[in-house]
């Protein structure tokens, strides 16, 4: 009996062996059961993460695109004044976000462009291109306000014939006849005026700057034939290329100014003018190069924002797109 006892102790023994090593077993298929799933789901969730960031880079890449397109669009109607190219601009940025916004939705984002009017960087051309008219505007009126509110300007060449209205020797010093006969533009500030004449006496063009800061006349004197074209470079101070320091104030001119022409009608070439500013009355320009004077509105530079929201990714940057290269 005591050795029948032993056996069934050792047999219970074994057992317990057995059944310890069984639970084990189980353990550990259960622990690797359990990993696989967390890996799994892990796989998964960065597999989406992926994909959410890839979606957002391309959509990016496409409202780039789009922005630039709309862009090139507004520059290419050619509106007149910066107002209506600005307006015309915002007004498609808001039907495409909308469109876009609501796709978007469908399928879980939420997405939305912001932006202020003063991110819509927008300069004027004024420009005239037939060298056989004068300047006056496309009414053929002689004094006209070409532009105002100027605080920048990226560039502005006249190249001018002056008519022979019997101005003399005598009379160019005379700022009153100048004033009454010779083509003149006319800049003006909060403080100060500038009048720029052009007009030829005899076998000789002069160039006279007169200041409301100071009393006289600076000039440029040439030998000229009737009917050449003289080239004034505003923007860099130079007459027919040559450096002409009487021109240098205007790249001085503070604060805001308009810019006029004055007996346009004594006077025939052409001209380029790149403000940042406005015109004063989009009548006074043609819609023809050959028959007057044109102004076009160009946007240089659009900066937006763009947000883009899922349920596990918020998302924000800046897009700046340009445009108009080849206008300014």
Aim: net charge negative.
């Amino acid at each position: 009996m005591a050795t029948l006892s032993a056996i069934r102790r050792d047999d219970r023994g074994q057992l317990l062996l057995v059944g310890a090593f069984i639970l084990a077993i189980l353990l550990v298929a259960l622990a690797m059961v359990l990993n696989a799933a967390i890996y799994t789901e892990t796989y998964a969730a960065q597999g989406n993460d992926r994909a959410d960031v890839f979606d957002t880079v391309q959509y990016r890449g496409d409202t780039e695109g789009a922005l630039e397109g709309l862009v090139a669009t507004v520059n290419d109607r050619q509106y007149i004044t910066r107002s209506d190219a600005r307006a015309n601009l915002t007004a498609g940025i808001g039907d495409w976000d909308t469109i876009n916004a609501r796709e978007q939705a469908a399928t879980g984002r939420a997405t939305s462009l912001t932006f202020d009017e003063s991110d819509i960087h927008v300069l004027t051309n004024v420009s005239q291109t037939n060298d056989s008219l004068s300047f006056t505007n496309n009414s053929t009126e002689p004094d006209w306000a070409v532009v105002e509110n100027v605080t920048d300007t990226q560039s502005f060449t006249l190249a001018v014939a002056p008519t022979d209205v019997g101005i003399t020797e005598a009379d160019s010093n005379d700022t009153a006849v100048l004033e009454s006969s010779a083509f003149h533009v006319e800049v003006v500030n909060n403080s100060t005026t500038w009048n720029v004449y052009v007009f030829q006496w005899s076998s000789n063009l002069t160039v006279a700057v007169e200041s409301s800061d100071s009393p006289g006349l600076d000039t440029y004197n040439t030998t000229y034939t009737s009917g050449e074209l003289v080239e004034l470079n505003f923007t860099n101070a130079s007459i027919d290329g040559t450096d002409a320091p009487i021109l240098q104030f205007y790249g001085d001119v503070s604060g805001e100014y308009t810019l006029n022409f004055s007996n346009g009608d004594n006077a025939t070439g052409n001209y380029t003018l790149v403000v940042d500013g406005d015109v004063v009355t989009p009548d006074d320009y043609s819609d023809d190069p050959a028959a007057g004077p044109t102004a076009r509105a160009v946007v240089t530079q659009l900066d937006v924002t763009l947000r883009y929201e899922m349920q596990n990714l918020s998302y924000e940057t800046p897009i700046s797109v340009t445009g108009g290269a080849n206008d300014v």
